[in-house]
């Protein structure tokens, strides 16, 4: 086990075999490489910047009016549950965004004891 950072150990066995229909898990983030994309809580999804999908996976979108230009805007939201393709930004549910910055809060203070590590050098063969 690694001792340089901390392990999830959220406990998914019920779901995992059936017993349950819900995990023991309210959110979770989502990362591009070491920059937080969003972040999940219960349905709903909160994108802090913008992706497209490529061929090799969702990319930051470019651009001076997307979400990751600086002062771009607010976030996105979309409850996943009723909108799988996330296709309608409900951002009148701005209610969701204090859970779900709250998720990013408690990570954020993970960082104070176990930093992450430095990302791959992918230029050092």
């Known amino acids: 086990m ?24 309210e959110s979770l983030l989502s990362f591009v490489g070491p920059d937080l994309l969003a972040v999940r809580w219960k349905q709903w999804r909160v994108y802090f910047t913008d992706v497209h999908p490529t061929g090799i996976g969702s990319q930051r979108q470019p651009g001076l009016f997307s979400a990751s230009a600086p002062l771009a805007g607010y976030p996105l939201i979309f409850n996943i549950e009723m909108d799988p393709h996330e296709d309608i930004n409900v951002g009148s549910f701005a ?20 930093p992450n590590p430095p990302g791959a050098n992918l230029t050092r063969f």
Do not use: F, H
Request: proline content about 7%; cysteine-free.
């Open 2 to 25: 690694p001792t340089d950072r901390p392990i999830d150990g959220v406990d998914q066995t019920d779901v995992l075999l059936g017993k349950s229909a819900t995990g023991n898990r």
């Open 95 to 114: 209610w969701a965004y204090g859970p779900a910055l709250k998720a990013v809060e408690e990570y954020k203070e993970t960082l104070k004891k176990y």
